[in-house]
Nanobody, 121 residues
């Protein structure tokens, strides 16, 4: 199993910044994809940003130019989401998802428990 733990959520102000972290742990795992998703109350969970093992990053149009996803090393074990120019509509629970394999096994999806971000106007 791969465990994901998010941290760094909290209360932010419109125009301000917050930084989220997602740490992966487990035995003999490799991550091909790590993404951030958010879910507002009563709404579906939407993809926000992601990075892959080849170093590429992608962003939803709603956060492009404001959010930056980064990671700590070549083997993805920790990723960050730097959120700048926050807007009230960025409010929601932010979840980290990894697509990873154990050893040479098949790839599976793993989710963190989420961290709450609330942006006040």
């Amino acid at each position: 199993q791969v465990q994901l733990v998010e941290s760094g959520g909290g209360l932010g102000q419109a125009g301000g910044s917050l930084r989220l972290s997602c740490a992966a742990s487990g035995s003999d795992f490799s991550i091909a994809f790590m993404g951030w998703y958010r879910q507002a109350p009563g709404k579906q969970r939407d993809w926000v940003a992601s990075t892959t093992s080849d170093g590429s990053t992608n962003y939803a149009d709603s956060v492009k130019g404001r959010f930056t996803v980064s990671r700590d090393n070549v083997k993805i074990t920790k990723v960050y989401l730097q959120m700048n120019s926050l807007k009230p509509e960025d409010t929601g629970s932010y979840f980290c998802k990894a697509v990873a394999r154990l050893g040479r096994g098949p790839y599976s999806e793993y989710w963190g428990q989420g961290t709450q971000v609330t942006v006040s106007s």
